[in-house]
């Protein structure tokens, strides 16, 4: 479980095709604080720890990312270079400063446009039909692994486009200040909306 408040920008040092794609993550985190079999999410990912350690460039965790998560998660996320947001799975009495965010993504949407909004950023961004039943203007989503409050949501035939104001200190302490419009960004719906649609599927007709 996490809070969908990042704690560090890691970087993708190697990626390795073996029966599952090894990747190896560069991080500020110190690895004699890391269990092996922990939690970490990555950009919005749930992964397993499954290595650690410190060399000469620094520290490092390695994960195993299976074909189906690379199927399911955006395009030209895993390979060397990439710059990924980090949460460490909350521990029992943290401060839950964002919402509920369980790591799984729910679908892959595109930025639509960014334009600057006062001292703001105003991200759009494009998702297909199966995510327009979970947003809310006002709810929580959570964009790369980021928990941010949706502040529009515009229906259209086959898509919904949501708007989010990324505020500098966000755009400074995650990869979601460096967006472009055409790329892709993960992304998991509220764990409560889900839980209401499940529920509104079995009121009568």
């Not at 270079?81 to 460490?88: A, H, M, Y």
């Not at 930025?111 to 991200?123: D, F, L």
């Not at 199966?130 to 941010?148: C, H, M, N, R, W």
């Not at 529009?152 to 400074?172: K, R």
Request: aromatic share 4%.
């Amino acid at each position: 479980m996490f809070t969908g408040i990042i704690t560090d920008i890691g970087t993708i040092a190697s990626v390795e095709t073996r029966a599952d794609t090894r990747v190896v993550v560069r991080t500020a985190f110190d690895p004699r604080t890391i269990d092996l079999g922990a939690s970490i999410a990555c950009s919005g990912v749930c992964l397993t720890v499954i290595d650690k350690g410190s060399d000469a460039d620094g520290h490092w965790f390695a994960v195993d990312v299976s074909g189906e998560t690379i199927s399911r998660t955006a395009q030209g996320q895993w390979h060397a270079g990439r710059r990924l947001n980090l949460e460490r799975a909350m521990k029992l009495g943290d401060e839950l400063g964002g919402h509920i965010v369980t790591g799984h993504v729910d679908g892959i949407g595109t930025i639509a446009s960014v334009v600057e909004e006062g001292g703001s950023k105003r991200i759009r961004i494009t998702a297909g039909p199966e995510i327009a039943p979970f947003v809310a203007v006002k709810g929580s989503i959570t964009l790369d692994g980021v928990s941010l409050t949706i502040n529009e949501v515009e229906d259209a035939s086959g898509s919904v486009t949501i708007g989010v104001n990324i505020i500098p200190h966000t755009g400074e302490v995650t990869t979601i200040g460096a967006l472009a419009a055409g790329e892709s960004i993960n992304i998991e719906i509220d764990v409560l909306a889900r839980y209401l649609e499940r529920m509104r599927s079995f009121l009568p007709a």
